[in-house]
């Protein structure tokens, strides 16, 4: 191979720490189970393997139709290490528009998380090939079986898994993002194993993870901000992964697992928010003002250490007296160790990211995009609110006159599926058009003030972590969206 894929980031991770544990899925009743990473690779090697027996070819089309669990991290990974183009669904549309992408993007197998899944949309496609994530169903390989078969040919052939290996390059096709159509009209988009691996490359610079952090994984794993944060970065540096059994669950998941960092949508900090605030509208007088007192303390802090000037000493006294009596008890309702907090999937308004920054854990927020990537992130040590930060190393950002954001990085994406002519409207000489109007101020961040008006053909269906700041903190937690 020329370069790094994304399984040679799993093996190295692999082999620097095989007994740390990688990856925990819930079973229900406060049980899990548990891989490290040296089982992680050893399932996805083997996995690779049972895919080719299956018929999978280096370029074929590979969907996956399932919620975020470790199943689809092990699958998805083994995609990857056989040289097929992992293709992952928003199990949230619809099965008609679940179907009509798998049909359109040429998919040869399926992955599903059930037998469920499976007769729904095998009525609308009767002749692709399943296999199930859990459980089994008539007709039906399951992901044990795809196992045993790839570990069976190991026995026989130790090599088998050396030579797939060899026939793709960091240049070669790795996955296809079916956007959701959020933003516009639902595109695929294609990239390679040398974008999402240069993409990871850069994590350590504005987010150092380690072996000794761990997170809570939720969203769906279609989207860019879940696949490259909470599923590949991970896998880069050696953080443990838990699932979420469900999200009603998720507030006790907190508590109970003690992530280190957490990426959710807005509509979760909401929740946070709206239930501390109804909780201090039934406490007494004297118990409120005092929480809106430390509030103000916190929020002065946080607007001077935004403009990089001291903090006084009397208010870094108050705030040790606010962060004992109030701020801790909100923290340690998401656990108490949360290093990095991030907002991402979706738009966070500005006063919901200075009441965090004023409590002690501010949100961090970024931009992303399925074109593009990972492409700016605010420093943890620095977040300005409304921001989308500063580039990662290794971008280029210019204004057009209009204000549109154009990015150059090599993280871009290669283009859409079977779509030259939308691919040529946005991949302009190496720069990406993203559609985005944005301002940056005199130290770098990053501001995205509005959408610039352009055909349907060419809309880009990115997404933006946030895009033009809005402020939330009087909406209703039911009403933000979780991309």
């Known amino acids: 191979m020329s370069g790094r894929t994304v399984w040679a980031v799993l093996e190295a ?32 090697r083997d996995l690779a393997v049972g895919l080719r027996a299956a018929g999978i070819s280096k370029g ?3 969907a996956l139709a399932a919620e975020t669990r470790a199943e689809f991290y092990l699958a998805d990974q083994a995609i990857l290490a056989s040289g097929a183009i992992a293709a992952a669904l928003y199990t949230s549309l619809p099965i008609a528009e679940q179907s009509r992408a798998l049909a359109a993007c040429g998919a040869r197998v399926c992955f599903v998380e059930n037998e469920k899944s499976v007769h729904a949309l095998a009525q609308h496609l009767p002749n692709l090939r399943w296999i199930l994530l859990t459980g089994d169903a008539p007709d039906c390989m399951t992901l044990d079986q795809l196992r045993a078969e790839g570990q069976r040919i190991l026995a026989a052939d130790p090599r088998a898994f050396e030579r797939i290996r060899s026939e793709f390059t960091d240049a070669d096709l790795a996955m296809l993002y079916m956007t959701s159509g959020a933003t516009g009209e639902p595109k695929m988009g294609l990239v390679t194993h040398r ?22 994984a939720f969203l769906p794993s279609a989207h860019i901000a879940q696949r490259v944060v909470v599923e590949l970065l991970p896998a880069r540096e050696g953080a443990c992964v838990w699932f979420s059994e469900s999200l009603s669950k998720l507030p006790h998941e907190l508590r109970a697992i003690r992530p280190t960092f957490f990426l959710a949508p807005p509509r979760v900090w909401e929740r946070v928010y709206a ?14 003002r005092l929480f809106y007192a430390g509030l103000g303390v916190g929020s002065e802090a946080s ?29 340690q309702r998401l656990g108490g160790r949360i290093r990095v907090a991030a ?3 979706a738009p966070l308004g500005k006063d919901l990211a200075e009441f965090y920054a004023a409590i002690g854990m501010p949100l961090i927020e970024g931009y992303g995009l399925t074109e593009g990537g990972v492409a700016a992130l605010n420093p943890l040590d620095r977040p300005k609110p409304g921001s989308i930060g500063k ?17 150059r990085s090599s993280c871009l994406f290669s283009g859409y599926f079977d779509d030259p002519v ?46 033009a700041s809005k402020p939330c903190l009087s909406a209703s937690p039911s009403s933000a969206t979780c991309c």
């Open 422 to 467: 939308a691919t040529a409207s946005v991949l302009r000489d190496g720069w990406l058009a993203t559609g985005d109007i944005a301002e940056q101020d005199s130290e770098g961040y990053f501001y995205i003030t509005g959408r610039k008006r352009i055909s349907s053909f060419r809309a880009t269906a990115r997404k933006s972590i946030p895009p």
């Open 303 to 331: 607007r001077l250490r935004q403009q990089a000037k001291p903090v006084p000493a009397w208010m870094r006294i108050a705030l040790r007296f606010f962060d004992r009596v109030i701020f801790r008890k909100i923290r």
């Open 60 to 62: 074929d089309m590979v």
């Open 391 to 407: 580039l990662l190393p290794g971008y280029e950002a210019r204004l057009e006159d209009d204000g549109e954001l154009m990015l």
């Open 13 to 44: 991770t692999a082999a620097k720490h095989p007994d740390r544990i990688a990856l925990q899925q819930p079973l229900g009743a406060g049980a899990y189970r548990a891989w490290t990473w040296r089982e992680y690779a050893d399932t996805v």
């Open 275 to 288: 239930s501390i605030t109804a909780e201090i509208r039934k406490r007494p007088a004297p118990v409120r």
């Open 343 to 345: 907002s991402g999937a």
């Open 195 to 216: 974008a999402i691996v240069t993409n990871l490359d850069m994590g350590p610079h504005v987010l150092p993870l380690s072996p000794d952090d761990s997170t809570i």
